[in-house]
Nanobody, 112 residues
Framework: QMQLVESGGGSAQPGGSLRLSCAVS????????MAWFRQAPGKGREGVSA????????YYPDSLKGRFTISRDNAKNTLYLQMNNLKPEDTAVYYC?????WGQGTQVTVSS
């Protein structure tokens, strides 16, 4: 059974950091690009970052460059998102995506 399970969300103060993980089971991610999306209250789902199957090529929207870092460990079938210098506008549910599969999401709340 294909399953993506995100973890690492929670509360942080502005300027703080969180590291999200997405553990994949049921298939190997070796040959798949992987991505993080997020959805803030009252807004649509937006892309946060993506990484190709080798991990050599990464994508970030301009608004997040320099603060977020995506990485993967194919041996562990896991995707990561390191989020630094968090801002209140980063508050959202963060989702992991591989091919047509989605995780259940993990809540990130940034407030003082």
């Amino acid at each position: 059974q294909m399953q993506l399970v995100e973890s690492g969300g929670g509360s942080a103060q502005p300027g703080g950091s969180l590291r999200l993980s997405c553990a994949v089971s049921g298939f190997s991610v070796d040959n798949y690009a992987m991505a993080w999306f997020r959805q803030a209250p009252g807004k649509g789902r937006e892309g946060v970052s993506a990484i190709d199957s080798s991990g050599e090529n990464r994508y970030y929207p301009d608004s997040l460059k320099g603060r977020f870092t995506i990485s993967r460990d194919n041996a562990k079938n896991t995707l990561y998102l390191q989020m630094n210098n968090l801002k209140p506008e980063d508050t959202a549910v963060y989702y992991c995506n591989v091919d047509q599969y989605w995780g259940q999401g993990t809540q990130v709340t940034v407030s003082s």
